[in-house]
């Protein structure tokens, strides 16, 4: 029997090793129109970024020596230009341009597919590029040797394009990436994507998301990169990574069926509509195994396999079925991994199938033991049988193994019940006692099983506030650091005597960090009556990741002073807090810069993804410097320098003199007036003191109060009183209530601080908080529910401070 393969590398070559390993006697002549029919086509951005620095180790088999082994015809640069199916016959032009034809019994089509390159005017301007196979690379790999590339954009944010987008990096260049949709990398969805897009920023890479390119111009300082919305970017070399579409003109011109989704029609047995010719790889389509709609599938692992599969049915008769692919992917996205196997929920939605989805953020490991990196995993399955559709993993470590995990138990039609039966290898370097899979598993089992039902960050953002209740369980520490807006902080070793606090009339969202301990809060409310409650998928760390806008990137801050000398080297300490998740990082933090003096500097070292963001956040509120931070390989470095207090310079007819406020009132837009100005008074290094009498003291009670013992008149005045400073009206506009909790809304969307934040400011400065010891007495207030930084004192102690203030304020 005579075949003939056209196109080498995955999938022809495959075929054509695969034949001759079963049948000796078979002529296979393999016609491919560039130079190289074996190389490794996915190592390509690292040969160009220099992680692959010998080009030959591109090249897994040379023309010539693949044909010595398997015997096989090998034509390089010769190019099947038709197919004349009746006569069973290719057409085939030779480099030089003459033409022969060339019989076959059987015809294998693997021509691949070719990248997109829309006819956008300047295109073909030197600089820009696109990638698929090796002579492309050539060509990018002598442009950038032979010029200063300092400025990368590309196009398109597939796997190839962040791949691009890492390796320029990697030779220095800034990256820009230009995208049409709203995320990176289209297999996944929109709140794993998030967790990238925070990646790529971190790595100071510019994200243009949402945006369409018109035009391309070149100019005497490189090219411009031209917007739809008018927008312009610059560069010196771009790359074109919008896709690729099957390389079908061959098949079409000899009249083979196209299928609907625009490769070649193959039924089961990979067999055109002509009975002696078959297709494989990325030029053909064929139906999703969970879907059976036929789809377009450009991934090496599928394509080999077709070629195993061809190689025995077009030797035997058809015989072998091809099962079809899900669509398994991973890539490297700097130091992180993305892997996605099966359907994400946006197209679930968009194919019609109910499903219900969860979201977990376990580590790749034991936590006690060292390294531990985290990883986020969302799974979508069927609401009432447990199928699983698909799995999404974002990662740093042991994503590999998970998503593969999970592929083969989407391909043998598994559940989710499936995944927490599989039994993995354990040892605290390698996972945990309760594996990553394991526990994606079990938490879909509680939403199918009505132990929990699930909310998403979507309802959280859309919820009705006149309808909903937001209900934070994570620490005070973890609250005071940032919440989704609105939402009221009680923490889970608190919430049974708290209940009273959750409103039954309202749907409660509850979130902790990932989920867990939501999932807690969620049955301990579940078992005391509540029912119209339910768990953020994710936690508050899916939610800020999918709500957080794309920005972008500055340059590193540099080590010198405001005068651009350099800066002399400090006392380095060293905190390692790997493994922690938050608030863990961060308070431990704390701990060492609390005992630091001002100029000293502490290196923190974690791999909690969100420290980043926190450790800045705590550097604007405290007033301490960010001197720099990095991350790699999942970790990240963080140094902090000591600072003194800033001074906000008051003016004021006497310096050397102290400040008083007497705070009488117990109205929230007065109290936040108070600490605003406590807290600039205190800036300028001067006393201040505030005296909390009546109804002011209910200012600086705790959020958390222990059980006390009072009398009735006590206990009177605590039902009526407020509980604590989240409890305060406005003096003005108040409405029930709603007026407090609106101006908290707006003064968090705006990033101004709280009023508890000001408090913890005013304490920090040095303010001195002074409770009337006569109005507890009145009004039954003790002393364990108050705040533990205040001092309790009569009329004597504040006439003392007062006397040596040269302003005195009653509020």
């Not at 040969?47 to 034509?75: C, H, W």
């Not at 079908?248 to 047995?269: C, D, H, R, W």
Request: proline letters at 4%; a neutral charge.
């Amino acid at each position: 029997m005579k075949i003939v393969i056209i196109g080498g590398v995955a999938g022809g070559a495959t075929t054509a090793a695969r034949i001759r390993r079963v049948d000796e006697t078979a002529e296979i002549v393999l016609l491919e129109r560039g130079k190289y029919i074996s190389y490794a086509n996915c190592g390509l951005p690292y040969y160009i970024g220099n992680t692959i620095k010998e080009r030959e180790k591109l090249f897994v088999q040379t023309p010539e020596a693949f044909s010595k082994r398997f015997m096989v015809d090998v034509r390089t640069e010769n190019e099947v230009v038709a197919i004349d199916k009746e006569q069973k016959q290719v057409i085939i032009k030779r480099k030089d341009g003459s033409q022969y034809n060339e019989t076959y019994d059987r015809l294998v089509i693997s021509t691949g597919a070719a990248p997109v390159r829309p006819p956008l005017q300047g295109i073909d301007s030197e600089g820009i590029f696109t990638l698929r196979n090796v002579n492309d690379t050539d060509k990018i790999k002598a442009f950038i040797d032979s010029h200063e590339v300092k400025r990368a954009v590309v196009v398109g944010a597939g796997f190839i394009g962040l791949e691009m987008a890492e390796n320029l990096h990697a030779l220095g260049a800034s990256v820009s990436i230009v995208e049409m949709a709203n995320q990176v990398m289209a297999p996944i969805d929109f709140s794993m994507a998030a967790l990238v897009h925070q990646h790529l920023m971190e790595k100071k890479v510019n994200l243009y998301l949402e945006k369409a390119v018109a035009s391309f111009r070149k100019t005497a300082k490189g090219i411009e990169v031209v917007f739809a919305d008018g927008q312009v970017i610059e560069a010196d070399v771009v790359i074109l990574s919008i896709g690729v579409r099957p390389e079908t003109s061959l098949a079409q011109a000899a009249g083979l069926t196209i299928g609907k989704a625009g490769g070649i029609y193959v039924n089961e047995f990979l067999q055109t509509s002509d009975e002696h010719i078959y297709a494989i790889g990325d030029v053909i389509e064929f139906p999703h195994p969970i879907t059976g709609k036929p789809w377009l599938n450009y991934l090496a692992g599928p394509a080999n396999r077709q070629g195993r599969i061809v190689a025995e049915n077009l030797l035997y008769g058809n015989q072998k079925v091809y099962e079809g692919s899900i669509g398994t992917s991973i890539a490297k996205v700097f130091d992180m991994t993305v892997a996605s196997t099966g359907l994400p929920a946006k197209k679930l939605k968009q194919e019609g199938i109910v499903f219900l989805s969860s979201t977990t953020h376990p580590s790749s490991h034991a936590g006690y033991y060292p390294n531990a990196l985290p990883m986020s995993i969302k799974i979508t399955f069927d609401p009432q049988t447990g199928r699983l559709y698909g799995a999404q993993i974002v990662g740093y470590d042991g994503v590999d193994k998970r998503i593969d995990e999970m592929a083969l138990v989407i391909k043998k039609n598994g559940t989710v019940y499936d995944l927490t039966e599989v039994e993995q290898a354990y040892a605290p370097p390698f996972s945990s006692a309760k594996d990553p899979v394991a526990l994606a598993g079990y938490v879909a089992e509680n939403i199918l099983k009505d132990k929990v039902k699930p909310a998403y960050w979507r309802d959280v953002q859309n919820a009705d506030p006149n309808t909903s209740f937001l209900l934070d369980v994570r620490t005070v520490d973890e609250y005071s650091l940032g919440s989704i807006p609105g939402a009221v902080n009680i923490p889970l070793d608190e919430l049974r005597e708290h209940l009273s606090e959750v409103p039954t009339d309202k749907t409660v969202y509850i979130f902790c960090a990932v989920g867990l301990r939501g999932y807690l809060a969620y049955r301990i409310l579940a078992q005391h009556g509540f029912t119209n409650i339910r768990n953020v998928s994710g936690g508050y760390k899916t939610y800020l990741a999918a709500t957080s806008p794309v920005t972008l990137q500055k340059q590193t801050i540099k080590e010198v002073n405001d005068d651009g000398s350099a800066r002399a080297a400090f006392k380095v300490v060293q905190v390692d807090a790997c493994g922690l998740q938050c608030p863990g990082p961060i308070l431990k933090m704390k701990k060492v810069v609390d005992k630091l003096t001002p100029g000293e500097q502490v290196e923190i070292i974690a791999t909690d993804p969100g420290f980043l963001r926190d450790a800045a956040a705590w550097c604007n509120s405290t007033g301490n410097r960010l001197v720099s931070q990095e991350s790699s390989g999942g970790k990240s470095v963080t140094v902090i320098q000591k600072e003194e207090a800033k001074a906000c310079k008051l003016v004021s007819s006497q310096d050397s003199k102290g400040k008083t406020f007497i705070m009488f009132s117990d109205d929230l837009d007065k109290a936040l007036a108070t600490f605003v100005l406590a807290n600039g008074a205190a800036a300028t290094g001067q006393k201040v003191t505030i005296f909390f009498t009546f109804w002011g003291l209910n200012v600086i009670k705790k959020l958390h109060k222990p059980q006390v013992e009072k009398d009735i008149f006590g206990k009177m005045f605590g039902m009526m009183l407020p509980g604590s400073s989240m409890s305060l009206k406005l003096s003005k506009m108040s409405m029930g209530g709603i007026g407090g909790r609106m101006m908290r809304y707006i003064m968090h969307r705006k990033g101004i601080d709280s009023l508890e934040s000001l408090r913890d400011q005013a304490l920090e400065n040095g303010v001195e908080f002074i409770a009337c010891q006569m109005s507890m007495d009145v009004m039954g207030v003790k002393r364990e529910e108050l705040l533990d930084e205040v001092t309790v004192g009569g009329v004597a102690t504040y006439m003392e401070r007062a006397d040596n203030a040269n302003i005195n304020l009653f509020i």
